[in-house]
Nanobody, 127 residues
Framework: QVQLVESGGGLVQAGDSLRLSCAGS????????MGWFRQAPGKEREFVSG????????YYPDSVKGRFAISRDNAKLTMYLQMNSLKPEDTAIYYC????????????????????WGQGTQVTVSS
């Protein structure tokens, strides 16, 4: 079993940067493909980025491509999301998740394929 804890959220202005962290526990952390999702009030949970267990493959939707960068350090059992050029529409609760079932870009986007979730961290971008 994997436990995930997000941190790094906060209130920033448009154009600023934030780095989110997702700390995992358990030796199995490095075996899971991982993803970041976000959910704004009244909206469905949205895929933000994904990374394979080795870190060799990364995935982004067009809405964040070129602004966000996902990475992981398996030795530290931690995954990161570097967010640059933030926009007010990036405001949401950000969740990290671990999956043993995703492989393609389209599967990474499906929140139902993830086994474990963190509790979320709030990101608010003011205009």
């Amino acid at each position: 079993q994997v436990q995930l804890v997000e941190s790094g959220g906060g209130l920033v202005q448009a154009g600023d940067s934030l780095r989110l962290s997702c700390a995992g526990s358990g030796d199995e952390f490095s075996m899971y493909n991982m993803g970041w999702f976000r959910q704004a009030p009244g909206k469905e949970r949205e895929f933000v980025s994904g990374i394979s267990w080795s870190g060799s493959n990364t995935y982004y939707p067009d809405s964040v491509k070129g602004r966000f960068a996902i990475s992981r350090d398996n030795a530290k059992l931690t995954m990161y999301l570097q967010m640059n050029s933030l926009k007010p529409e990036d405001t949401a609760i950000y969740y990290c998740a671990a999956s043993s079932a995703v492989s393609s870009y389209y599967s990474y986007r499906n929140p139902r394929l993830y086994d474990y979730w963190g509790q979320g961290t709030q990101v608010t971008v003011s205009s």
